[in-house]
């Protein structure tokens, strides 16, 4: 049963006809999966083969509703924001387990696929490279192909090392039942520094490999050089991070400099909520399109307002909504901000008004109203179950268009993206703020940490107010965390950041907090501070999650578990 399991992680089968690894006890051939032979001797079959490494295979109970994993999370019902202070899951699905720190190697939540899921890919990577060369194709498209498989092969690194620390390092080592599992160099970690090196390398490989454009529509959602330099940086500038210590912010600004000097994306100027509703823009560097009949969770739905039959699920929380600077670019704790705790919601950073449903939002021609009592996005409210528990609701992603009620196969059809260009730019604008200082402007580069983050915040429909020349390093850092904060809320990107720059135990050790609203006659009369979920916890263990046992167990306890989680 250990080897079965082990097999499940380093032997695992593809998605796109169930390749297997070679079972030596067995002299019939399998009628049911493609052969070597087979996939070698096709082109067409080879590709489509790498095509679905971009996928994975379901693990978990909810997970990739309806259609196959890509990375990350993405769109499900319980959000990876569900497990920051971003938002929480109004009907847990192994989130709060995860944000009361309760996290156990017997008990991973909804971060439970993350180790096998990747394993598993690296393997059907490795597989594929072994083949490559056997394959009838022109020189250039073999090219093309093992950029692909070297960058997927990353990015499942990627989420291993963020998500892990040190990890096993496979190399293209294709594991199979006839191999000998006693070898403890099988099961060693790497360090991190080590790791970083490894995938840090693989992508300037892939890079030189992988074209500069792919074409329109979902070929879109295929590696480019653009999509292979993009995830150099976000690691790179990981690695430069305090958590990770195995880098320099200097390489970290040049990797994303190498992004910004393809002169290919910029900042979309269609509106920063319209963004998400469609990736054929110039900001896209590599996201996930969906189409009829292969859509993912319907967001409307699951996310909506009571009132509108909606399930209310990922609903944001006080804490995040207090760190919208007010238009005028002040924290609403400044005193000259104009911040009126009578009207919260007025004048605030113009994203806040495409990330979030507060009481008074227009919504689908009405107007969402979670005040008490008698609010109908309240507890006082039909569907009163699905009432949200900070008082909030998601706007980002979300398309009016599409129907709440009875949305199946009618909605869904959303990009998500792995990586857009306002990434790049603020990945640039640390990296190079903590290495040269705001307004310093490296060799190589055209613009300073400063004029990154400025070009973000000038985005046409946000225009906040461009950050004045003459800022400390520590002022600027301030300014960097504040834009990644919003610009990328909900995206996958607070849980790493805080981890990365140790600031989790200030973070996630805040309560998860709601708001009440009173309403009194037609007047709003006050606002009242809630706990939207108690017992929200963070410990030192929290920066890296524990390696599910039955992992270890299928090691014969060979695999060393994450620090703190013996």
Same mark, same amino acid.
């Given at each position: ?26 002299? %019939? ?19 489509? $083969?790498? #095509? ?14 309806g259609v196959d994993p890509g990375f990350g999370r993405g769109f499900e019902y319980a959000m ?17 387990? !995860? ?9 991973t939540g909804i971060a439970g696929s993350l180790w096998g899921r990747s394993y598993r890919g ?14 009838? !194709? ?43 599992? @006693? ?8 360090? #991190? ?14 890079? #030189? ?66 963004? $998400? ?93 979670? $005040? ?87 985005? %046409? ?19 960097? +965390? ?24 200030? @973070? ?8 009440? #609203?009173?309403? @009194? ?14 017992? +929200? ?30």
């Amino acid at each position: 049963m250990k080897k079965r399991v082990l097999i499940n992680i380093l032997c695992a089968a593809g998605v796109l006809a169930g390749v297997s690894c070679k079972k030596n006890f067995l002299d %019939v051939t399998p009628t049911d999966r493609l052969s070597e032979a087979q996939l070698q001797g096709d082109s067409s079959l080879f590709e489509a $083969f790498v #095509i679905n490494r971009y996928l994975g295979v379901r693990l978990q109970d909810k997970e990739a509703d309806g259609v196959d994993p890509g990375f990350g999370r993405g769109f499900e019902y319980a959000m990876w924001s569900s497990i920051t202070d971003e938002s929480v899951y109004n009907n847990d699905d192994n989130t709060w387990l !995860i944000q009361r720190a309760q996290l156990a190697p017997e008990n991973t939540g909804i971060a439970g696929s993350l180790w096998g899921r990747s394993y598993r890919g690296i393997r059907e990577c490795n597989y594929a490279l072994n083949l490559l060369g056997g394959v009838v !194709i022109s020189p250039a498209r073999r090219d093309q192909l093992r950029g692909e498989l070297k960058f997927l092969r990353a990015f499942r690194y990627q989420d291993l090392i963020r998500n892990y620390g040190g990890v096993i390092l496979r190399g293209d080592r294709i594991s199979n039942l006839g191999d000998d599992f @006693t070898d403890d160099a099988l099961f060693k970690k790497s360090t #991190i520094q080590e790791c970083m090196n490894y995938v840090l390398a693989e992508l300037d490989s892939a890079a #030189i490999y992988l074209p500069a454009d792919n074409g329109a529509g979902w070929l879109q959602g295929r590696a480019t050089k653009g999509a292979a330099l993009a995830l150099k940086s976000r690691l790179a500038l990981y690695a430069a991070s305090p958590l990770y210590n195995a880098g320099t912010w200097e390489a970290a600004a040049t990797a994303a400099n190498a992004v910004i000097a393809l002169n290919k994306y910029g900042i979309y100027s269609g509106g920063y909520g319209n963004m $998400f509703l469609d990736a054929n823009n110039n900001e896209n560097i590599l996201a996930r399109q969906f189409i009829k009949n292969a859509g993912h969770t319907h967001l409307e739905i699951a996310n909506g307002p009571n009132s509108y039959e909606g399930w209310g699920g990922n609903v944001p929380l006080q804490n995040l909504v207090d760190d919208y600077e007010m238009s005028n670019g002040k924290a609403i704790t400044d005193p000259s901000s104009g911040y009126d705790t009578a009207n919260p919601y007025a004048n605030r950073d113009k994203r806040f008004y495409a990330t979030i449903l507060y009481n008074g939002a227009s919504y689908r021609g009405g107007t969402v109203e979670t $005040f008490t009592p008698g609010g109908r996005d309240s507890k006082d409210g039909p569907n009163n179950w699905n009432t949200s528990r900070s008082g909030y609701y998601l706007k980002k992603f979300m398309n009016d268009t599409y129907p709440i009620i009875n949305p199946w196969g009618n909605a869904g059809f959303q990009p998500w993206y792995y990586f857009r260009y306002a990434e790049i730019l603020l990945n640039y604008a640390e990296a190079a703020n903590e290495a040269y200082g705001p307004d310093v402007i490296p060799s190589g580069a055209t613009l300073s940490a400063r004029a990154a983050v400025n070009q973000v915040r000038a985005r %046409v429909g946000i225009e906040m107010p461009a950050l004045e020349a003459g800022l400390s390093k520590d002022a600027m850092r301030a300014a960097v +965390r504040y834009e990644r904060r919003v610009e990328l809320a909900f995206e996958e990107h607070r849980f790493y950041d805080v981890r990365r720059w140790m600031i989790a135990p200030v @973070t996630e050790n805040i309560p998860a907090y709601g708001i009440v #609203i009173h309403k @009194t006659g037609n007047t709003i009369t006050w606002h009242e501070r809630k706990i939207a979920l108690d017992g +929200r916890k963070f410990e030192t263990r929290n920066y890296f999650l524990p390696i599910p046992r039955t992992e270890i167990q299928a090691s014969n306890g060979k695999i060393q578990q994450t620090t703190g989680y013996n």
